[in-house]
């Protein structure tokens, strides 16, 4: 039998954590963070020692905590290169983070330390055998550089894990590779169960043709965009639509994250482009370069994505009487972050203080997940016994649970925060 105990991103997205035992067998996969108002929230601690974890990618919602794990455990983690390297600076940052905010973190320097010493660097569509009975694949997500879906073998049985993932192509992705055999059990990601996305490429075209309707009237383009993917996929976008004259900055952590992009070039589609496009940006790497950046017409695509610090807090203030420019948001905006206040009440939060923007705020879809349409797609080539339906808000997975079953006849669940599901 085996047993999947929800430790995370069970009616909820964040936090991604599931505990599996099979036989004397078991494996933890991926652990990470939430990042609610004013706080974190951790993932349920799995109970005993954990030996063996496998991480889907490097967003924090899935790596966040695995160095906490090391705090008991020593367990082999598996991972695609590019996720360690991308995780690293993600753990690094948090720590940076706690230390100037004060806060205390469930992990310290050696504990990410520690997990280099544990690591198991694995390859997509490489078998990795864990135990006799108990075996494992990787295939790529096209969600972010190195994101995998996992396919386990336990004994005669078979599971997919999704981890987040995309079948539509984007600038820097090919679709998810789901040419995998038909397994037994499927867990799946639900972000967006409950509707689709508009396509990808109407999505850039709209995008440039504001940016370029901003910059024809004088205006200039502020670009808040997470660090791991959305700003490298900006700058390839950018430099594609061959914007002259006005110079393209690269603020924040999004900079080291493209350096690895360009370590692995083969995880990602025509990395020549991504290059090019990184040479012709220029970089923000002090406070007089960002007064420069805001002095003339410019583009500037820097952290944070939700607008939680970084330097884009700068900009914003620097421009938030300017209603000839525009910032533009290219990514989910949780409940509660700044980057949901401007969205919906034009305000953001700077030290306590709430202070307007004049300056005009649009939304454009750039979604690094799968949609409603193609979730089904998968499912319905997959063909499993049973589907469980994770990393969704409550009612988003409950609901996708009830349409699985009505559209495809194939039995399906939600697991709530702590359950425990058996698949014999
Ligand atoms: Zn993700
Ligand atoms: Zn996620």
Excluded at 40 to 48: N, Q
Excluded at 78 to 83: G, K, M
Excluded at 312 to 339: A, E, I, R
Aim: some cysteine.
């Amino acid at each position: 039998m085996i047993k999947i105990k929800a430790l995370g991103a069970a009616h909820e997205v964040g936090r991604s954590g599931f505990h599996i035992n099979f036989e004397n067998t078991d494996i933890l996969l991926d652990y990470g963070v939430k990042i609610a108002e004013d706080s974190m929230e951790y993932p349920i601690v799995p109970e005993g020692i954990v030996k063996h974890m496998i991480l889907s990618h490097s967003h924090l919602d899935h790596c966040g905590m695995i160095p906490a794990l090391f705090q008991k455990s020593r367990p082999t983690v598996y991972l695609t290169a590019p996720s360690l390297d991308i995780a690293d600076i993600l753990w690094e940052d948090s720590l940076k983070i706690a230390r100037l905010e004060g806060t205390m973190l469930p992990f310290s320097k050696e504990n990410i330390q520690d997990v280099f010493g544990h690591m198991n660097i694995v390859n997509y569509k490489q078998n990795i055998q864990i135990a006799d009975n108990v075996s494992f694949e990787m295939f790529d997500a096209g969600h972010i550089i190195g994101s995998a879906i996992t396919k386990l073998q336990f004994g005669k049985k078979s599971l997919i894990y999704t981890g987040d993932f995309k079948l539509e192509e984007s600038s820097l992705h090919q679709g998810a590779d789901i040419d995998i055999d038909s397994p037994n059990y499927l867990m799946i990601e639900s972000t967006y169960g409950d509707r689709d996305h508009p396509k990808r490429k109407d999505v850039e075209k709209e995008f440039i043709e504001n940016v370029k309707l901003t910059l024809d009237k004088g205006g200039s383009v502020l670009l808040p965009a997470f660090a791991v993917g959305r700003s490298q996929e900006l700058i390839e976008i950018l430099d594609k639509a061959a914007i002259k004259d006005v110079p393209i900055f690269l603020d924040g952590m999004g900079q080291k994250v493209a350096q690895i992009y360009m370590k692995y070039p083969g995880f990602i589609k025509e990395s020549f482009k991504l290059k090019q496009a990184l040479n012709n940006v220029h970089y923000v790497t002090s406070q007089e370069d960002r007064k420069k950046a805001v002095q003339k017409q410019s583009i500037i695509v820097t952290t944070a994505g939700m607008l939680e610090g970084g330097p884009v807090m700068f900009y914003l203030q620097k421009k938030k009487n300017d209603v000839k420019s525009n910032v533009f948001l290219t990514g989910f905006q949780m409940p509660g972050t700044n980057g949901d206040l401007l969205q919906t009440q034009k305000k953001v939060d700077v030290d306590g203080t709430l202070i307007d923007i004049k300056m005009p705020v649009k939304k454009f879809d750039f979604s690094a997940h799968i949609g409603k349409a193609d979730l089904l797609r998968s499912i319905n080539q997959w063909n499993p016994e049973k589907v469980i339906c994770i990393h969704g808000d409550g009612k988003v997975v409950d609901d996708f649970a009830k349409t699985i079953k009505q559209d495809t006849g194939i039995d399906a669940q939600a697991p709530k925060l702590g359950d425990i599901i058996k698949l014999d």
